[in-house]
């Protein structure tokens, strides 16, 4: 019987592997096909190629493009988290940190690399970097010429801020889009900070963040119009680009800034309709810092408050019309605190000039403005003492259910003398 020898069958197996490489067309080499990830390359697909399911699974069921935040406590290993994140990974990539919260902002690739980086020690989580929009609702822009003399806004007289005005020395940072830093209504204003641009101005290419600062803070100088608070010191916190877009990364950036500037007051007439633990985590920082925040309830007629406005630290804001009545826009429900002019809200814009804006974003800096009157006026009240004395100080509305109104329309001169029978 034959037996095959042992040396024979070995050379046949390595003749018979070499033709079916050949064969299929491949060429290995003596190339191990390793990833910058350290995982193996797949034959037949190019080394730069990304995983498309897996990215579309990333997108519908976690984050917004690949954009996080990852928290972490004082035990991560920094180099281990730059590695996890960008040195394996061809997409991966550290943004910014965010004291503020211990956070990092960054861009992860797929649910695969969220749960690399969610294994390293220290990691406590990894949230969504939401992207925030400013809205405002429909505009008729006027020129300088149309205005003549201090004209007063109807709703700072609806508001009863007339009789509170004062010299104060009241730092408020306006979290948006810039604002123009030249108009000759709003002048002086501070350096402020921009997360955007960090080595620009906070300049404003969009025009929001110029309105809401004119209903604040438009100067008594015998020319345009006038605001709630004319003589407090205005600083632009630009954290919403020139279309009104912002990542929480940067609103997270904006609010530790406001911080380390000792801000006294803060607006933010913008929200998301998601709650996001990074956002929740930085308010509750503000507030623990001793500022007083004021936030829009948001444009979508429904029975939900937008996001930062429903946390109990910030004072959250409807709108009304001149009839008194809630505009058809605002949202209501839970956690609304209050309501303020917001329809055909007259104000500064951008390139000097005024516009007529309709939105919960166009009430927000008119409570803004009173909580810098308050705090000017007894500079020793925490945030929740003023939130607290603006709703005891507000007039309920018959026209309004309550539910779509909190407290009722904000009143500048009740809350303050309300707050010196206090004092």
Not at 16 to 36: D, E, H, M
Not at 348 to 369: C, I, R, Y
Request: with cysteine; glycine share 8%; hydrophobic share 35%.
């Amino acid at each position: 019987m034959y037996s095959a020898d042992p040396i024979e069958t070995l050379i046949t197996i390595l003749v018979l592997q070499q033709i079916t490489i050949k064969v299929s067309g491949l060429n290995f080499g003596g190339y191990s096909g390793q990833r910058k990830d350290g995982a193996q390359q797949q034959p037949g697909r190019e080394y730069n190629e990304p995983d498309q399911r897996k990215k579309e699974t990333s997108k519908d069921s976690k984050g917004d493009s690949g954009d996080y935040i990852i928290v972490h406590d004082q035990l991560l290993n920094e180099d281990e988290l730059q590695e996890k994140v960008e040195l394996q990974r061809e997409q991966g990539q550290v943004r910014k940190k965010l004291p503020l919260i211990n956070g990092v902002a960054c861009r992860l690739e797929d649910e695969d690399h969220i749960a690399e980086v969610e294994s390293i020690r220290g990691v406590k989580r990894v949230d969504e970097d939401l992207t925030l929009e400013i809205k405002s609702l429909d505009f008729e822009l006027e020129s300088e010429q149309s205005l003549s003399g201090d004209m007063v806004p109807w709703g700072i007289e609806a508001i009863n801020t007339l009789d509170a005005w004062s010299d104060l020395e009241v730092k408020v940072g306006i979290i948006d889009t810039g604002i123009d830093l030249n108009h000759f209504d709003l002048s002086p204003i501070n350096s402020g900070y921009n997360t955007v641009e960090p080595n620009q101005r906070p300049y404003d290419p969009n025009g929001h963040g110029t309105h809401v600062a004119g209903t604040i803070s438009a100067r008594k100088n015998g020319k345009g119009v006038v605001g709630v608070a004319p003589n407090i010191e205005l600083y632009p916190v630009k954290a919403f680009d020139k279309d009104g877009s912002a990542k929480m990364s940067d609103l997270i950036e904006a609010l530790q800034w406001s911080i380390d500037n000792n801000l006294g007051v803060l607006n933010m007439s913008f929200g998301v309709d998601k709650n996001n633990n990074s956002l929740r985590e930085a308010i509750a920082k503000v507030h623990e810092a001793g500022i007083t925040m004021v936030a829009a309830a948001g444009n979508d007629s429904t029975a939900a408050v937008n996001f930062p406005a429903r946390y109990p630290e910030v004072i959250a804001v409807g709108a009304v019309n001149k009839d008194k009545r809630l505009a058809d826009f605002s949202n209501y429900g839970t956690g609304l605190d209050i309501v303020a002019p917001g329809v055909n809200v007259q104000s500064t814009w951008k390139d000097g000039q005024f516009n007529e804006l309709n939105g919960t974003s166009m009430a927000t800096p008119h409570v803004t403005g009173i909580a810098a009157l308050i705090l000017g006026k007894f500079n020793n009240l925490t945030p929740a003492r003023i939130k607290r004395a603006i709703k005891r100080g507000a007039t309920p509305l018959q026209s309004i259910a309550p539910v779509k109104q909190g407290a009722g329309l904000v009143d500048a001169a009740q809350t303050i003398e309300l707050l010196k029978k206090q004092t």
